[in-house]
């Protein structure tokens, strides 16, 4: 993995630059690719707008497929706390980017992620970072959905995990059947919450509950 993509991923992966220096490349073979992609295109990217695009692209796609590079395990890395709690733990709304493996454009949308702890517990914002690890990637957001799921059974070993995406997608409101206000909702449940249905329904009710104000 490039050294500048390293440092990104192993500093925090919420970083959003890749600094490069005036007159610099980022990665001069992944910049010629991009110049060549506008030129078939019938631009000019010698031209003052575009000086620069080959770069911002090369360097803004490493970011958003930044997830090949980092596991679960290294996310959450020591924030597993030992605990009695029995109760299901639930974070909804988190918000989520990522690019569709056909097209190459964007969906994005809402997770709502929900586990029975079973002598352990996560700190909260490592379930968002989970799910940015497979997020950013090319995805399909059936896949997404059942990564997300089983990354966080295998690192809590809880008794159950439930997870549910909302997401719009790009290819469907730009291009095809154009439709700007559809949404696309998957979900994954593993352990308690596909055996038991109370369990399941007890998630599905307070994911549409409304946001505390």
Do not use: W
């Not at 020591?78 to 989520?96: H, Q, R, S, T």
């Not at 990564?147 to 095809?176: D, K, P, T």
């Amino acid at each position: 993995m490039d050294t500048k993509l390293t440092k990104v991923v192993r500093e925090g992966h919420y970083i959003g630059s890749l600094d490069v220096g005036p007159g610099e490349h980022y990665d001069p073979e992944f910049e010629a690719s991009v110049e060549e992609i506008l030129t078939r295109l019938g631009e000019d990217p010698k031209r003052e707008g575009l000086k620069r695009t080959p770069q911002r692209v090369a360097k803004a796609l490493d970011f958003l497929t930044s997830g090949y590079h980092m596991t679960v395990e290294e996310v959450v890395k020591d924030a597993l706390f030992e605990d009695e709690c029995e109760e299901m733990v639930i974070v909804k709304d988190v918000e989520f980017y990522s690019l569709c493996e056909h097209h190459m454009l964007p969906f994005f949308g809402r997770a709502h992620v929900g586990y029975l702890p079973k002598g352990r517990i996560v700190g909260l914002s490592k379930i968002a970072r989970v799910i940015d690890v497979f997020a950013r990637r090319l995805q399909v957001q059936e896949r997404l959905t059942t990564q997300i799921a089983s990354g966080l059974m295998s690192v809590l070993n809880a008794r159950g995990v439930g997870v549910v995406l909302e997401a719009c997608h790009f290819c469907m409101v730009m291009r095809g059947v154009q439709k700007q206000n559809s949404q696309t909702v998957t979900s994954a449940m593993l352990g308690t919450f596909r055996e038991d249905s109370r369990t399941r329904a007890e998630f599905m009710d307070l994911i549409r509950r409304s946001s505390v104000s």
